[in-house]
């Protein structure tokens, strides 16, 4: 089965700052590349994905790259706000959703 | 109801009752999910419906069954609840694709916490 590590497992930034959280997974059939956002006591919510033939897509101050050859993909939050507070997971995996192989999760804090 | 309905939202359990966990979405869609969420391990893909009357094992299927009669209704029953089962559940659901080209979007339900003691 997949094998996902997602770091780091926690990151602070302060207000403003730029945030990176890496995604590696060892499966060389994924082909898509999701990142999940988790509020506290929420549930989780899709903020951005990727396809394999895409090698970087943004929404605004979200972007997600792709290295296939290396087997990782990031997730960058730029100008961070106290609302990007959160825990992210990636979940690449093949064409099924049940296919989808969750991270351990990476707790963001932004320090206003 | 809109999108995906969990309940109970959370329930304590004695060691070796029966329980079940209840889904139900309004989104028509084929493929629906259940996840265990515990600290540290992120979410864990228990069991998957693709379609109406089929059902496959996840990453952590022990000591949990499903089934999918319809469209909208997918519960999660733990036979016997043993407190290693204590954890949030979380249903979600997608319009499933097999192609690359589809979207795999999962939508997820508020989650139902459950304590076995």
């Known amino acids: 089965g997949e094998n996902v590590e997602q770091h780091p497992s926690t990151l602070s930034v302060q207000e403003g700052d730029s945030a990176v959280i890496k995604c590696t997974y060892s499966?060389?059939?994924?082909?898509?590349f999701p990142w999940y956002k988790q509020e506290l006591g929420k549930r989780p919510q899709l903020i951005i994905d990727i396809r394999s033939n895409v090698g970087e897509k943004k929404d605004q101050r979200i972007a997600v790259t792709l290295n296939k050859t290396a087997k990782h993909f990031s997730l960058h939050i730029t100008e961070t706000q106290p609302e990007d507070s959160a825990v992210y997971f990636c979940a690449p995996g093949g064409a099924g959703s049940y296919q989808l192989t969750f991270g351990k999760g990476t707790k963001l804090s932004v320090i206003p | 109801i809109a999108g995906i309905t969990q309940a109970p939202t959370s329930q304590i359990l004695a060691a070796g009752r029966r329980m079940t966990l209840r889904c139900t979405q309004d989104?028509?869609?084929?493929?629906m999910y259940w996840y265990r969420q515990d600290l540290g391990l992120g979410l864990r893909l228990i069991h998957y419906s693709n379609t109406a009357g089929t059902t496959g094992k996840g990453e952590v299927p022990d000591g949990y069954s499903v089934s999918r009669a319809n469209t909208d209704d997918f519960p999660l029953t733990l036979a016997s609840a043993v407190p290693s089962q204590t954890s949030v559940y979380f249903c979600?659901?997608?319009?499933?694709?097999?192609?690359?080209?589809?979207?795999?979007?999962?939508?997820f339900g508020a989650g139902s916490r459950l304590t076995v003691l």
């Open positions: 499966d060389s059939a994924s082909n898509y």
């Open positions: 989104m028509r869609h084929n493929a």
């Open positions: 979600a659901s997608s319009v499933e694709h097999r192609t690359s080209s589809g979207a795999n979007v999962l939508t």
